[in-house]
């Protein structure tokens, strides 16, 4: 038991300051420890993913990856129509113009796919436009693939075209064209994806340009003629 002469040999308390002190001490310990250890973190994720780039570009140097080569190689005309409208005079005039033609086709593409490379590729869906005069008739899709190396592939798209009115002017040519000359001229358009897989890892996308001119003869419902560009080079 302290007496009073005890008591009074103690050492004074520490003041409030003391203990706000140790409690910002702490604080700021614990702080800086955790941004190192997340900045450690960081570096560390940075180097694997310089190091995982680094590898893919040391690989894709060494099979040395070139364009994939896509190619309409066949057209074939299942069906087509062309249905008049109501015809109009001016001035008079005997010989009538159309005011408007619906026009319904049915053609089916046959691409041939050839991968020229060691390693094989990953295909994105592919879409084609079929157009007259720059007017869109229709579209058609193809799935994503996957292409072995040094491998050919078909590829088959058909695009249907049901009743698309065409408006005077181009109704006129549309008649004149498949009445009297018997040839229907259309451009093919499209854009297909692709990208080298090397080791489960794909390669930044390469896109080849698929751009032809075709020729259909209504009257034989087939076609005569066809010239394709892929990326601006003639086929």
Known sequence: MMTRSDEDHLPPPPPPSYYHHRYYSSSSSSSASLKGCCCCLFLLFSFLALLAIAVVLVILLAVKPKKPQFDLQQVGVQYMGINPGPSTTADSAVIATPASAELSLN???????????????????????????????????VPGFYQDAHSQ????????????????????DLIRDASLNDRVELR???????????????SPGVEVSVDCAIVISPSKQSLTYKQCGFDGLSV
């Open 153 to 172: 592939r078909q590829v088959i798209a058909t695009i249907a075209v049901d009743r698309v009115s065409l408006m005077q002017a181009d109704a006129a």
């Open 188 to 202: 093919v358009l499209g854009d297909v994806g692709a990208k080298i897989r090397v080791m489960s890892v794909d």
């Open 107 to 141: 053609i089916r593409m046959l691409f041939t796919a050839v991968n020229p490379n060691k390693v094989g590729i990953r295909y994105g869906e592919s879409r084609f436009t079929v157009m007259y005069k720059g007017i869109p008739l229709g579209r058609a899709s």
